[in-house]
């Protein structure tokens, strides 16, 4: 890759939940553990800023004041103030909510869209098949809260069909396939499935850091691909759609830790990347 294709990468947080340690990492204490909401600005040299995911906002804490959303909020407590969304941060570091022309949306659970609709000009860039819109009880459990999204959602959806694959370099393995996002080899999206329908993962460089791979919630924990630890069976069989699937995408990002210790491998809420890697 040339330089023209390296991202400044900022990984930020916005919000955070709770979880005992035993979810997460099957055998650790059931001591409850923070688990953060990151998400990540992407500075591309020509095409400005763009966002993997957005994390919480306090929409969360006001959409589940109703039934049956309230739910949601029993069993997921969330910690998000005014002054820690995606667009308050940005706009700390000189960046207008307006300058935001693309979002990628790794998938469509509420810790990652909290802040769609704080960008009015952005474009949402996702796998096709990861959005799913539900209401009720089956939004629930999907993890997803219908009034998250922008009224204007369909006019600005850019949805990525999955088989528009390229084949990828060697590096990527055992990522073999997967969609150059923006035309120009910078963004390399692949498929994590198991934790939710059509989730994204993507491969960078990042000035300063070299290789990166963004795997979102294909694990919580870092320690899951480095160790190869499982999050507690429950967990996996109430919460994901293919825990099959979940546990096989673990084991391919710790196959490609393995090969490539210097990749940076980031998962989305996992306090120990945050403490590295947010600014
Ligand atoms: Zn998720």
């Known amino acids: 890759m040339t330089n023209d294709q390296t991202f400044k990468l900022t990984l930020l947080q916005a919000g955070h939940t709770t979880a005992p340690e035993a979810m997460i990492l099957r055998g650790e204490s059931w001591r409850k553990m923070t688990i953060p909401a990151l998400f990540a600005l992407l500075e591309h040299p020509r095409l400005g800023p763009i966002l993997f995911d957005t994390g919480y906002s306090p929409r969360f804490l006001a959409e589940t004041r109703r039934w049956p959303y309230w739910l949601y909020a029993k069993m997921t407590p969330v910690f998000i103030r005014a002054e820690e969304t995606a667009a308050a941060q940005l706009q700390r570091r000189?960046?207008?909510?307006?300058?935001?022309?693309?979002?990628?949306?790794?998938?469509?659970?509420?810790?990652?869209?909290?802040?769609?609709?704080?960008?009015?000009?952005?474009?949402?860039?996702?796998?096709?098949?990861a959005f799913q819109p539900k209401t009720g009880l089956a939004a629930?459990?999907?993890?997803?809260?219908?009034?998250?999204?922008?009224?204007?959602?369909?006019?600005?959806?850019?949805?990525?069909?999955?088989?528009?694959?390229?084949?990828?370099?060697?590096?990527?393995?055992?990522?073999?396939?997967?969609?150059?996002?923006?035309?120009?080899?910078?963004?390399?999206?692949?498929?994590?499935?198991?934790?939710?329908?059509?989730?994204?993962?993507?491969?960078?460089?990042?000035?300063?850091?070299?290789?990166?791979?963004?795997?979102?919630?294909?694990c919580w924990h870092s320690r899951a691909f480095r160790e190869l630890i499982f999050?507690?069976?429950?967990?996996?069989?109430?919460?994901h759609p293919d825990p099959a699937a979940y546990h096989q995408s673990i084991r391919r990002i710790h196959q490609l830790h393995q090969r490539r210790p210097e990749l940076h491998i980031i998962p989305s809420h996992c306090p120990e990347a945050a403490q590295q890697y947010c600014q």
């Open 94 to 129: 000189g960046i207008r909510p307006a300058d935001i022309e693309r979002v990628i949306v790794s998938h469509f659970h509420v810790d990652h869209i909290g802040g769609l609709a704080d960008f009015p000009r952005a474009q949402f860039i996702f796998y096709a098949d």
């Open 140 to 218: 629930v459990k999907a993890g997803f809260l219908p009034g998250h999204l922008p009224a204007d959602f369909a006019g600005r959806a850019a949805p990525v069909d999955p088989a528009q694959a390229i084949g990828l370099p060697p590096e990527t393995a055992p990522f073999a396939r997967g969609v150059d996002l923006l035309g120009d080899g910078s963004l390399l999206a692949v498929r994590l499935p198991g934790h939710a329908v059509g989730q994204m993962g993507l491969f960078l460089q990042a000035e300063g850091l070299g290789p990166v791979f963004l795997c979102a919630d294909a």
């Open 231 to 239: 999050p507690h069976p429950l967990l996996n069989h109430l919460l």
